[in-house]
């Protein structure tokens, strides 16, 4: 059975995703969608480039990432029961996730996490080395988010989903502990944090677009990173954490819950008694690592055929 991935083809973490999947599924996977009897939606915004007579006639799985309710108005809800008319079954990539969608669907939806890639971030030792080469000094604490924060419209609105008011608050905390703190951003519209940042005087350090290489260095040399999000379907910033053990705390959002201990999960009024499980997360990672990470997804399609 050959399955057409529809893709976003916006240098985002979906289109990584699709790349590992064909890179292991080739012979199940197909570039051409009349070849195919299953439509993958894995970017599910992108349904309506997908001709009507396709999503008609095939069997149609459409990944939801996460749902932002505060943001889901009568577009988003007219856009949502249009495409829902053409899905026979929904992928939620977290129970978070599921949760959510059973509230607007009774449609049959299936909870499987993303796969996380160990062979793009795993553990490096040479901490030191890679602090040097970044120019950041071994006795700075480094806090790390490296995840968009900022709005597209004016790129000066918070993105409140990925709750980076509630970011700055934590930062702030933890600079009555530290005193060499640093900041470290990576990623694009990141406009918020850094103007935040600015005026309560904390310094930061921001790499815009790195590679997934220099990705897995800077996660490497982190004292923490923190996940302050109020809405997320992963985020996969969990998981790679969790692989390349880098110490990290989370707001109980996305698949925090299925990766992190307890210990590791705050909201705003306990966020100072968080404390990373480094050892924990990196066992309950590992049965998401390639290929054991694809067993779900395979068992899936099996199902259909």
Not at 54 to 76: A, G, P, Q, R
Not at 92 to 101: A, E, G, M, V
Request: glycine fraction near 4%; charged fraction near 25%; aromatic fraction near 12%.
């Amino acid at each position: 059975m050959k399955i057409y991935l529809n893709r976003a083809n916006e240098s985002w973490i979906v289109d990584r995703f699709a790349d590992e999947w064909i890179d292991y599924h080739p012979k199940e996977t197909t570039v051409n969608i009349k070849e195919s009897e299953i439509i993958w939606l894995i970017a599910p915004w992108v349904w309506k480039k997908t001709p009507k007579r396709y999503l008609k006639n095939k069997f149609v799985l459409c990944t939801i990432h996460h749902i932002d309710f505060e943001k889901f108005d009568k577009n988003e809800e007219k856009n949502f029961y249009s495409r829902d008319k053409f899905v026979n079954v929904y992928h939620s990539i977290s129970k978070n996730t599921t949760k959510q969608l059973r509230t607007l669907t009774k449609k049959e939806i299936v909870t499987i996490p993303f796969w996380a890639n160990q062979n793009i971030f795993y553990e490096d030792k040479h901490k030191n080395v890679i602090r040097e080469k970044y120019g950041i000094n071994n006795d700075a604490f480094l806090l790390g988010s490296f995840q968009r924060d900022t709005e597209g419209r004016d790129l000066i609105s918070p993105k409140l989903s990925k709750g980076p008011d509630q970011f700055i608050e934590i930062v702030k905390y933890y600079k009555t502990l530290n005193n060499n703190l640093l900041v470290l951003l990576t990623g694009k519209r990141r406009n918020y944090v850094l103007e935040e940042l600015k005026k309560i005087n904390i310094p930061s350090l921001y790499l815009e677009m790195v590679s997934s290489k220099e990705l897995n260095e800077l996660y490497n040399i982190l004292n923490l990173y923190i996940v302050a999000s109020r809405v997320e379907g992963g985020p996969q910033a969990i998981l790679e954490c969790a692989l390349t053990k880098t110490p990290i705390i989370s707001t109980d959002v996305g698949i925090a819950s299925e990766i992190l201990d307890k210990k590791s999960i705050f909201n705003m009024t306990n966020f100072q008694k968080a404390q990373p499980q480094i050892e924990i997360a990196y066992h309950n990672v590992k049965k998401f690592e390639i290929p054991k990470g694809f067993e779900q997804f395979n068992a899936f399609f099996e199902g259909i055929s």
